[in-house]
């Protein structure tokens, strides 16, 4: 098992390594990409501005190797600020930026699930994504799953599958079942 801080590491490696700086997945039978650039882009619309949009900073969205490993980084990037951002940005309405906003939501939303640390959370944030999981017919399982079957058909350069070691550890739904800390619930 992988600890959260090894996912967050992982989710934005992918990204960064891929040739082209772009995934492709599936949703809803429809095909997107997400695309690094616009990261990057985003970045250089906010940079000296003295109010932003987003949390990016130009080490987040140009991380060399070993800044990729700091969870801080990450947590720039893959934040509800940031696709909010690509999303309002008076700069980028001209982009397609459908594919990164869904990829950067769905990344998010795993992490919401993941992330809880104390059974009533979801009260505090006023998230429901945030309660603690404690019934196997926990909407929370049915996302987990779906983002375990996402995470599996993600593909990089020339529409090639890409190949995580880390990705079964993780993403498989056998496994994340056992994230769970409040794991009350019997896999059959």
Not at 3 to 8: A, E, F, R
Not at 46 to 67: H, V
Not at 100 to 123: A, G
Request: hydrophobic share 30%; aromatic share 8%; with cysteine.
């Amino acid at each position: 098992m992988f600890s959260l801080v090894s996912l967050w590491k992982t989710d934005d490696n992918i990204y960064l390594t891929e040739k082209t700086g772009e995934i492709t997945f599936d949703h809803n039978g429809e095909e997107h990409t997400a695309n690094w650039q616009q990261i990057r882009q985003l970045q250089k619309c906010e940079d000296g501005q003295l109010c932003t949009m987003s949390r990016l900073t130009y080490q987040a969205a140009n991380p060399k190797p070993i800044e990729r490993q700091r969870v801080e980084t990450c947590l720039k990037v893959f934040c509800n600020e940031t696709k909010e951002a690509l999303i309002e940005h008076p700069e980028l309405r001209k982009e397609n930026v459908d594919g990164t906003v869904l990829f950067l939501e769905k990344v998010i939303t795993f992490f919401k699930i993941m992330n809880v640390k104390s059974l009533y959370e979801d009260q505090k944030q006023n998230d429901p994504l945030r309660a603690g999981i404690s019934s196997p017919h926990d909407k929370q399982l049915q996302i987990l799953t779906d983002f375990a079957h996402f995470a599996d058909k993600l593909k990089g350069f020339q529409g090639k599958r890409i190949k995580i070691d880390s990705r079964h550890g993780h993403c498989h739904p056998s496994h994340l079942f056992g994230c769970c800390r409040y794991d009350k619930i019997t896999i059959t």
